[in-house]
C-alpha cells in the first residue's frame, strides 16, 4: 500500500507511517495516512499480536504434552508422575484455553493411553 505525497508526488511504503506520529516527505510536506488505512494497519497489528499470544499458549500446551510423552517413553517414571503431569496440562489447558478443553478429552488423553498401552504395559501394571 502506497501513499502519495500532495506536494512532490513521491510515494511511501505503509512501513513509513507510524501510527500517532507525523510523518514528513523529504520535500518538507506533511503526508496524511489514510484514517482507514491506519484503522486497517491497527487492526493488522492487533491480530498479530492475538495470533502470538495465541502461539504461546498453543506451545506451552504442546511443551507439557511432549513433556508427558517423554516421561511415557522414560521407564523410570512411574504412572503416578504421568497422571500428575496429565492433571497439570488439563490445568494448563483450562487456565489458557478453555473453549480447548474438548482437545484434551479427544487427542491428547486417548494419545497417552496409547502410548502407555504400547510402551508400559505390562502384566504387573
Ligand atoms: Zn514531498
Not at 24 to 41: M, T
Not at 45 to 74: G, H, M, P, T, W
Not at 105 to 120: C, D, H, S, T, V
Amino acid at each position: 500500500m502506497l501513499v502519495k505525497c500532495p506536494k512532490c508526488s513521491k510515494y511511501y511504503g505503509e512501513k513509513a507511517f507510524i501510527p500517532g506520529k507525523n510523518f514528513y516527505c523529504s520535500c518538507g510536506q506533511k503526508v496524511l495516512f489514510e484514517p482507514e488505512q491506519i484503522f486497517s494497519h491497527l487492526a493488522k497489528i492487533c491480530k498479530d499480536y492475538e495470533l502470538k499470544v495465541e502461539e504461546e499458549k498453543i506451545n506451552q500446551i504442546r511443551n507439557l504434552a511432549d513433556k508427558i510423552v517423554s516421561l511415557i517413553f522414560d521407564n523410570t517414571s512411574t504412572k503416578l508422575d504421568i497422571d500428575i503431569q496429565k492433571q497439570k496440562l488439563k490445568a494448563l489447558i483450562d487456565q489458557l484455553s478453555p473453549d480447548k478443553m474438548d482437545e484434551y478429552a479427544l487427542i491428547y488423553e486417548p494419545r497417552f493411553n496409547r502410548l502407555w498401552e504400547q510402551f508400559r504395559k505390562s502384566p504387573e501394571t
